[in-house]
């Protein structure tokens, strides 16, 4: 049963960093490419990134490059997203994704906040 467990979410100030893990169960985490997404209030489902099985391969909503980083540690099953200088319009719920056979599989997401 694939799981995927997300973390790290909360209230930051604009300008501040947050890291947020997403922890994976069920299935081959080492020889799966993960993604991250948002979804902000009102609006649809955005892609954020993606990082390949090995760690090697990273790609990124071009709005977001150089801002978010997504990075992986394959020994704890563990799928991160570093994001610094947020702003307001990063608040959203995020979600790490997993398509296995074709299906897509999403954690329960965890909630960010960016106000002052």
């Known amino acids: 049963q694939v799981q995927l467990v997300e973390s790290g979410g909360g209230l930051v100030q604009p300008g501040e960093s947050l890291r947020l893990s997403c922890t994976a169960s069920?299935?081959?985490?080492?020889?799966?490419?993960m993604r991250w997404y948002r979804q902000a209030p009102g609006k649809e489902r955005e892609l954020i990134g993606t990082?390949?099985?090995?760690?090697?391969?990273?790609d990124y909503r071009d709005s977001l490059k150089g801002r978010f980083t997504i990075s992986r540690d394959n020994a704890k099953n563990t799928v991160y997203l570093q994001m610094n200088r947020m702003n307001t319009e990063d608040t959203a719920m995020y979600y790490c994704?997993?398509?296995?056979?074709?299906?897509?599989?999403w954690g329960q997401g965890t909630q960010v906040t960016v106000s002052s």
């Open positions: 994704n997993a398509r296995i056979r074709g299906i897509h599989n």
């Open positions: 069920g299935f081959p985490f080492n020889e799966t490419g």
């Open positions: 990082i390949g099985p090995d760690g090697t391969y990273t």
